[in-house]
């Protein structure tokens, strides 16, 4: 089952996209799939918290699996971290995402 979420990119674009549930899919190789953001800018360490190249704004509320003790350290060390920031990668898709509405961080220079 697709889910709607709603993406505004680097450039302030709104995208709204139709996320697969049933593939097991995190938000970074969502957008990465969607190429909302150019290939090698987004999820550069693959997706294991070891980079916050897929930081995103969470702007919509709703309720998200706690942040692992990675995310935290790899959030602690990154630029333009906000209070909603999450890293893409470790936010898997599920159907109680839908209606998500994420704005995704600047890139990190």
Known sequence: MDIKIKIIDREGVLH?????????MNLMEVVRSYELAPEGTIGICG?????????????????????SDDE????????????????GCQ??????????EVVLAPEES
Do not use: W
Request: proline letters at 4%.
């Open 91 to 100: 936010l898997h898709i599920t159907e109680d995402m839908a209606g998500l």
């Open 47 to 67: 997706g294991m918290a070891m980079c916050a190249s897929c930081q995103c704004y969470i702007e919509s509320n709703h309720e998200l699996p706690e942040k």
């Open 16 to 24: 709204e996209i139709d996320a697969p549930t049933d593939m097991n």
């Open 72 to 87: 935290e350290a790899m959030l602690a060390e990154a630029f333009n971290v906000e209070e909603n920031s999450r890293l």
